[in-house]
């Protein structure tokens, strides 16, 4: 349960960026995780825990000193490109575009 508390304070304080800190944590957890399946094989490595807390924690930091450049970086390059289209208009895109589509 105090992950689930952690993750609610960053997501207070980073706002937007708490994205990239879970994101950050959660990979930075399965890299360890598969490096001690590797290590000790998948029967044994299965029965090996270990907290997420410092895992999270990092990835705070992360998200407090890189945070909000990746979070722009993702919205103008990735997001913008056109490489994920959700159909949702973009942050370049003109108002005439994005209200064609409500028009019948």
């Not at 990835?59 to 722009?72: K, R, S």
Request: charged residues 10%.
């Amino acid at each position: 349960m105090g992950d689930v508390k952690l993750s609610g304070v960053m997501g207070l304080f980073l706002s937007a960026s708490v994205a990239v800190a879970l994101v950050v944590g959660v990979v930075s957890s399965a890299v360890l995780s598969i490096g001690v399946l590797v290590q000790r094989g998948v029967r044994e490595g299965r029965k090996v825990g270990f907290p997420l807390g410092p895992f999270l924690a990092f990835g705070g930091v992360i998200g407090v000193l890189f945070g909000p450049q990746l979070v722009h970086w993702y919205v103008h390059s990735v997001v913008s490109s056109g490489r994920l289209s959700f159909g949702w208009p973009t942050c370049g895109s003109p108002p005439e575009r994005s209200l064609s589509r409500l028009r019948p």
